[in-house]
């Protein structure tokens, strides 16, 4: 993997909003390919694994009831500079604070119930992405 690519997931909220469709096309509308992607749902081992760095939070269980109770999307981008450039396009962690125009701000409901990730550094991509695909699935 590339320092190009970040991963994301389309968060359980937007896909029982019906807004996958509408996110995907800001996603393609910021010039990011697609390198991979599936719907799937995490298991609560699986969401307590990713978000182990949360693990100390007071919000952490509410985190991964939030993260397992429904189908995500999760995906492989690739832009240069992606990590950086899709922290942009999703918005600060509180749809709040996000800017104007960007996916927190247009389809979060709270801080919780965020719509989206995205990957901080390009060493987490990494491991994101190897979390929910294997080589054979980025192309
Ligand atoms: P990020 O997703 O913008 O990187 P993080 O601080 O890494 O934000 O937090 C991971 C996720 O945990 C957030 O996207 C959000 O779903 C949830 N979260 C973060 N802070 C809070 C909080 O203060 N209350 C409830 N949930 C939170
Ligand atoms: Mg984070």
Known sequence: MTTNRTFTMLKPDS??????GAI?????????RIVAMKLTQMSNKDARNFYS???ERPFFDE?????????IVAAVLEKEDAVEQFRLLIGSTDPAAAAAGT??????TSISENA???SDTN???LIESRFHFSEEDMF
Do not use: C
């Open 24 to 32: 995907l096309e800001k996603i393609n509308s910021a010039g990011f």
């Open 53 to 55: 760095i949360h693990r």
């Open 63 to 71: 985190l991964v009831s939030y993260m397992t109770r429904g189908p």
């Open 103 to 108: 996916i927190r701000k247009l389809f979060a």
């Open 116 to 118: 989206i990730h995205g």
């Open 15 to 20: 896909v029982e909003k019906g807004n996958i």
């Open 123 to 125: 060493e987490n991509a």
